[in-house]
Every structure is written in structure tokens, then in C-alpha cells.
């Protein structure tokens, strides 16, 4: 049990501080690598938990895929760091009122005794946890009770998908395209034309 | 009392657990050093030279003469680098390359730690791999590792997507995302036969997700000098170097896990399965290096935009499509694996 709060102790601890870091960080790409470590950290306190599938997918989907994308874009822009700098008093309250307003709604969730295991279990179908693998439990919950709420949100990334590819596709105008399979199809016959040429005269 | 508590509780599994760990990573990494050997050797016969043969008999110790060198080499560090990063960025590429380590199977309990997701460890681990080049090429601060850098970036994203289809097929035809259960489902068809095409497109992804010819667009010599390791001397260079080829045996690894029945022989039948399991595993991860070999020996490099049409364009439609078939085949046939 020792080894058990020390690794949550740590894997808590090095979330909350590089948590802070992403958004004390000077250096944007900095930003991005303390959240990447943050998103790593998340994923041991679910291994933690027992939630190994989520863990898992949290670290393929947020830190192989989402961050990549986010450090490939923050690499990419010519960020003025003094000019970053120079709205924050002017946003100061108003991201402290945000702040402000979730804290006091998680503290009136945990505060009020509706937020007990039984309240939840008359919303929530759960399946018998400990005995069955979590992945099988997933599906199971995510495939039956939940599906049309799995369509529809396939369906809502799909629309953004489309959304973003509409946004970005322009014409433009002349652009060079390979046929590949006419390359592939290219014998020494179409490519090279053999002409007889006469002394003296030329082509 | 107090003290035999302490020993039994921490010290002796701790131990134990530190023993099981050297007793696969120092494996890997002279297999590492042979592997590097085995290639330069391999492409000499291809092209017709005679490779590596004065450090030791056959030149065979030429690995280690060639990494005591670069060891004893200065290490530098570019002034103009962003130097946490840079030196971070080696780091990152080796730890994960070994990190896989800890759930392959090779052998029927021949594993560090037999967890329930093993497959998609492995493909969260080799989806950070990407991670170690950003860093690399960003940090160095200079122009063609970053061009390399971000080259990796959209190669290795767009692979992983037609890996993880691949990937979804097997775990269709096993029915566990355990690594011990999947090889265990092929005791009577490895996977490669039935499917072929899905263990195709996996190994040639597994050639543009480890940067191997000929995908090695991030570390092209003939247009970015080395790509994104273009900065590195020394230590931080061998990080790199040894963590490329780890990863290269891993990806077999996962190759012969998934597609050609892991330690399992052949046909189970009396000279065939006398053999332990672990060697028939090291023969099939053998086997898969030479082709990785052979690829770099034959093929010409691809061109980025042609590479980014095979990902896109060839692998995710098709392994699309063959997940529903073979899906779809499951269920006709009513083959599906601990339905419920």
C-alpha cells in the first residue's frame, strides 16, 4: 500500500507541477512539452486506478496524435514572446473570474451529498467492475446502453472533419499532378520515339 | 521483525524485478550492436564488397570498435541549440525504444509484465517515438534537422493510423488485446496467411514508423546531411544510433507477435516443437531484420509526396476496408472469438 500512494503521490504531483509549467512556461514549445508530460503523468494515475485501457488510449490518442499536432503548429509559427506577454494583465480578470467560477462549482459538487456511488448508479448503468477486463467493460457499456450517443458524436466529428477540409480546400490554379498508374504503365515504346535523321539536315 | 517485512515487501521484488529487466534490455542491446554488424555485412554482399572484416574474426567486433570511438569523442553542444531540449531528445528516443520491452512475450510466460492492453502499450510506445525527432530537430535550432524533424512528424502520424487498422484486424481474430493470448490464437494459422495483405501493409508501415529505407525521409543524407540528427556528436549521436536499431528489433518483434505466431513453431509437430519457444521467436525477429535489410539493399528512396500517397491514399483504405471484411466474415461465419 506504501508503493502504491507513493507512485500516486508522484505521478500526482509531476501532473500538477508541469501543469502549472504549460502555462508559466516562456518558451511556447516548452508549453507543449510540460503538457505532453502532464497527459503522460494523467495516464499513470489511470494505470493507478485500474482504468488500464483508458490510460492507454489517453497517451495513443492525446500524445501520439493531439500533441504531435500541437507541436508540430507552435514549432512552425514565428511566435513574438515579448508581444504574448503584453495582454495578460488586461485578460488577468477575467480568466481569474473563470477560474473562480469552476472552483466553486467543483466545490458544490463535492460538497453536496448527492455525489455519492449510489446517486450515480441510478443514471449510470454499470457493469460488475473487478471481474470483468476493463476493455470488454467498455465496450459493453459503450456499444449497448450508450450507442446512439457513440453515433452521434462519429457523426459530430465527422461534420467538423468536413467542416475543416471546406475551410482549407482552395483553388489553387495550376497545380502539377502525377497520374500514377500511367507512369506505371510507361514502356520504352511510348516514352522514346526513334526518328531517322539525315546527314547534314536535322531534326 | 520490522526489517524481514521491508525485505520480503520491497527489496526482494524490487530485485527480482530489476534482474528481469537487465536480463531483456542487455540482450536487446547486444543484439543491437550484432544487428548493426549484420546489416553493414548484409548490404556489402548485396552491392558485392567484402563490408566490415578487421576488428575481430570476420570484423565481426566492429559495432563495438566503432561505438568505444564515437564514446570517446567530444560532445557537442550547439550554442545557438535550445540545450535541455537537445540533450533530452536522445534520452527520450532510447527509453522508449527500450520501454516496449517490458510486455513482449517470448515465451509462454516469458514476460516482464503480462498486462491485459500489452498491444496497445506497445502502440502508445511506438507512437511517442516520434517525440525523441521533434525534439531533436527543433532543439538543434538549425535548418535541416527541423526540416527533418517535421518530415518524421507527418510521416510517423500518418503511418500509425493504417498500424492501428492493422492492428484492429488481429485483435478481431483474437478476441484480447493480451500479447500471450494473441500468439496463443495462432496455434493453428499464424496470422500472416489468412491476413496477407494486412501483414504487408503492416510491414512496410513498420518501415516508414522506425525511419528505415526506404522511408528515411527525416534522415535523407542526400538532401538534409543527416536529417535531424544532424547536430549530434558523440553519446548523444550513440543514443540515437542504438535507439533507432531497438526500435527496429521491437517493431519485428511486434511484427512476429502479431502475424507469424510468436515463439510458437511452425507445425506442432515432433523435431519442430522440441525447440524451445524462445529461439523460434529470435528466428522469426531474425528473419523480419534481414527483410528490413533487404528492403534497404533494393529500394530506392520515396519521394515525400509519393509517401504520403501511399499512407493515405493505398494503406488506410485498404486496411479500412479489411476490417469490416474480415468483421464482417467473423460474423457471417459465426467465428467470433469469446463472444459474449
Known amino acids: 500500500m506504501y508503493l502504491y500512494s507513493i507512485t500516486f503521490y508522484i505521478f500526482s504531483l509531476v501532473a500538477v507541477l508541469s501543469a502549472l509549467m504549460v502555462i508559466s512556461a516562456r518558451n511556447p514549445v516548452h508549453s507543449v512539452l510540460f503538457l505532453i508530460l502532464s497527459f503522460v503523468n494523467a495516464s499513470g494515475l489511470f494505470v493507478l486506478l485500474g482504468a488500464e485501457f483508458l490510460a492507454m488510449i489517453l497517451v495513443v490518442v492525446y500524445v501520439g496524435a493531439v500533441a504531435v499536432l500541437f507541436l508540430f ?130 531534326i | 521483525m520490522n526489517n524481514f517485512s521491508y525485505l520480503n515487501d520491497f527489496i ?51 559495432s563495438f570498435a566503432d561505438a568505444l570511438k564515437l564514446l570517446t569523442k567530444e560532445n557537442i553542444v550547439p550554442a545557438n541549440s535550445n540545450k535541455i531540449v537537445f540533450l533530452l531528445a536522445p534520452i527520450i528516443t532510447m527509453v522508449l525504444s527500450l520501454a516496449g520491452w517490458a510486455v513482449i512475450p517470448f515465451a509462454p510466460n516469458w514476460v516482464i509484465a503480462d498486462i491485459n492492453v500489452g498491444i496497445m502499450y506497445l502502440f502508445a510506445v511506438s507512437s511517442l517515438g516520434v517525440y525523441g525527432i521533434i525534439m531533436a530537430g527543433w532543439a538543434s535550432n538549425s535548418q535541416y534537422p527541423f526540416l527533418g524533424a517535421l518530415r518524421s512528424a507527418a510521416q510517423m502520424v500518418s503511418y500509425e493510423v493504417s498500424i492501428g487498422f492493422v492492428i484492429i484486424t488481429v485483435l478481431l481474430c483474437v478476441g484480447s488485446l493480451n500479447l500471450t493470448k494473441i500468439v496463443e490464437a495462432q496455434a493453428t494459422v499464424w496470422f500472416a496467411i489468412p491476413l496477407l495483405p494486412m501483414f504487408v501493409v503492416f510491414f512496410i508501415s513498420a518501415l516508414a514508423e522506425t525511419n528505415r529505407l526506404p522511408f528515411d525521409l527525416p534522415e535523407d543524407e542526400s538532401t538534409l546531411v543527416a536529417g535531424f540528427f544532424t547536430e549530434y556528436s558523440s553519446a548523444s549521436f550513440v543514443l540515437f544510433f542504438l535507439g533507432e536499431y531497438a526500435s527496429m528489433i521491437l517493431m519485428s518483434s511486434m511484427t512476429v507477435i502479431l502475424f507469424m505466431g510468436g515463439w510458437l513453431p511452425p507445425f506442432d509437430i515432433y523435431p519442430l516443437n522440441a525447440i524451445p519457444g524462445v529461439i523460434w521467436f529470435v528466428i522469426k525477429i531474425i528473419f523480419i531484420l534481414f527483410l528490413f535489410i533487404w528492403v534497404r539493399g533494393t529500394f530506392p528512396r520515396y519521394r515525400y509526396d509519393q509517401l504520403m500517397r501511399l499512407g493515405w491514399k493505398i494503406f488506410l483504405p485498404l486496411s479500412l476496408l479489411w476490417v469490416v471484411l474480415t468483421a464482417g466474415f467473423l460474423i457471417v461465419f459465426d467465428m467470433v472469438p469469446n463472444s459474449l
Open chain 1, 73 to 202: 503548429v507552435v514549432m512552425m509559427l514565428d511566435i513574438n514572446f515579448v508581444k504574448l506577454r503584453e495582454g495578460f494583465l488586461q485578460y488577468l480578470p477575467f480568466g481569474a473570474l473563470l477560474g473562480i467560477v469552476l472552483i466553486i462549482e467543483l466545490g458544490i459538487l463535492f460538497l453536496t451529498k448527492s455525489f455519492s456511488k449510489n446517486s450515480l448508479n441510478k443514471f449510470v448503468s454499470s457493469p460488475q467492475i473487478n471481474e470483468i477486463e476493463n476493455t470488454k467493460l467498455i465496450g459493453q457499456v459503450l456499444y449497448t446502453d450508450y450507442f446512439y450517443l457513440f453515433q452521434i458524436s462519429g457523426l459530430i466529428l465527422l461534420v467538423a472533419m468536413i467542416g475543416s477540409i471546406t475551410l482549407t480546400l482552395r483553388d489553387r490554379g495550376q497545380v502539377k499532378r502525377q497520374n500514377i498508374s500511367s507512369q506505371n504503365y510507361i514502356d520504352a515504346n511510348k516514352a522514346i520515339e526513334k526518328k531517322k535523321v539525315k546527314l547534314g539536315e536535322g
Open chain 2, 12 to 62: 526482494i521484488p524490487g530485485s527480482i524485478i530489476i534482474a528481469q529487466i537487465l536480463a531483456v534490455l542487455m540482450p536487446v542491446l547486444i543484439s543491437v550492436a550484432f544487428l548493426v554488424y549484420a546489416e553493414r555485412k548484409v548490404l556489402a554482399l548485396i552491392q558485392l564488397r567484402r563490408g566490415p572484416n578487421v576488428v575481430g574474426p570476420f570484423g565481426i567486433l566492429q
